[in-house]
């Protein structure tokens, strides 16, 4: 058998939905839609967060950071799905794929070491208010985001590397929106029993290790709440605690049932959706379920709006 992968010029075709032209041309609209609001949500929460100096604490550094990183992920992969839903040829190159692919992982992996920190910070708010500020001090929370970051570097550069040395006997078709681990996997013409290995093992550092984390810090919340009496207090945890976790149940949701069941239990159909949803979905929603459910952030808004208006009038 010939495991030559060909010329690393060569570029892949991604299939989508290609045989449901109908399907595509309604999916274009919807990535669209919600490629518009991913922009105009996490930006607002950026400069809202760096702007107000009522949201500068830990809570919002990480926020904006999640933005920060959701925009990049929606930007790696967006904007060549929507060229190829809307024309006719469906190719990218070799080099975008691996972009592509590079990122997916990278920000994907940084995303679930972040939403972890962010627990701790909830469970360090609600549960130690009184030392609150000396616990999550400025240099912790910038050591734990990089090294939010530099986790999700270090598994995409080892995914990458054993992924793509994988031969694939010629085979150019990506049965996929874009250049993500399963469908390049199921590309090869070999079986490779190291990466179901690494991809595993990755999985329980990045997926189970963080979501434990997260449960036991929102265990601990939890205790915490019902011993609070101020209505005002424990409607404001919920705000805040209560965004976190549903941000948190949508993204592990999806990637723990996408990721951490054998690859060939999945039907390409369903993996398409579901690399859909946690691609397209949850960076849009994820500044909307903190805008509408948390009061700070609204109110920040509101005031950064009469600040511009009256900077414009003056």
């Given at each position: 058998m010939d495991t030559n992968n060909g010329s690393f010029t060569t570029d892949f075709i991604l299939l989508g939905f290609s045989d449901r032209p109908q399907l595509e041309r309604v999916i274009s609209g919807v990535v669209f839609i919600f490629y518009v609001v991913t922009l105009v949500g996490n930006t607002t929460i950026i400069l809202v967060s760096y702007l107000d100096t009522?949201?500068?604490?830990?809570?919002?550094?990480?926020?904006?950071?999640?933005?920060?990183?959701?925009?990049?992920?929606?930007?790696?992969?967006?904007?060549?799905?929507?060229?190829?839903?809307?024309?006719?040829?469906?190719?990218?190159?070799?080099?975008?794929?691996?972009?592509?692919?590079?990122?997916?992982?990278d920000l994907g992996a940084t995303e679930c070491l972040l939403l972890a920190v962010?627990?701790?910070?909830?469970?360090?708010?609600?549960?130690?208010?009184?030392?609150?500020?000396?616990?999550?001090?400025?240099?912790?929370?910038?050591?734990?985001?990089?090294t939010a970051w530099l986790g999700g570097l270090g598994s995409a550069l080892t995914v990458c590397s054993l992924t793509l040395k994988l031969p694939r006997c010629g085979h150019r078709e990506v049965d996929n929106f874009f250049c993500e681990m399963p469908a390049l996997v199921k590309m090869a013409c070999v079986y490779s029993k190291v990466i179901e290995i690494t991809v595993f093992a990755l999985g329980v550092i990045f997926l189970l290790a963080p979501i434990s984390l997260i449960l036991i810090s929102y265990g601990v919340i939890t205790q915490a709440v019902m011993r609070i009496k101020s209505k005002a207090r424990w409607s404001k945890v919920l705000n805040t605690c209560?965004?976190?976790?549903?941000?948190?149940?949508?993204?592990?949701?999806?990637?723990?049932?996408?990721?951490?069941?054998?690859?060939?239990?999945?039907?390409?159909?369903?993996?398409?959706?579901?690399?859909?949803?946690?691609?397209?979905?949850?960076?849009?929603?994820?500044?909307?379920?903190?805008?509408?459910?948390?009061?700070?952030?609204?109110?920040?808004?509101?005031?950064?709006?009469?600040?511009?208006?009256?900077?414009?009038?003056?």
């Open positions: 009522q949201l500068h604490t830990p809570m919002y550094f990480f926020l904006s950071n999640l933005s920060f990183l959701d925009l990049c992920y929606a930007n790696s992969i967006i904007p060549q799905m929507l060229v190829n839903l809307w024309g006719l040829t469906k190719s990218i190159t070799y080099a975008g794929c691996v972009l592509q692919f590079f990122f997916a992982l962010m627990a701790y910070d909830r469970y360090a708010a609600v549960c130690q208010p009184l030392h609150y500020t000396v616990i999550m001090h400025p240099q912790l929370c910038q050591k734990m985001v990089l209560g965004s976190h976790l549903t941000v948190v149940t949508l993204f592990y949701g999806t990637i723990i049932y996408m990721y951490m069941r054998p690859q060939n239990s999945t039907s390409q159909d369903e993996g398409k959706f579901l690399s859909l949803f946690y691609t397209i979905i949850t960076p849009t929603l994820n500044p909307l379920i903190y805008t509408l459910r948390n009061k700070d952030v609204k109110s920040a808004v509101k005031r950064t709006l009469c600040v511009e208006k009256r900077s414009a009038k003056s």
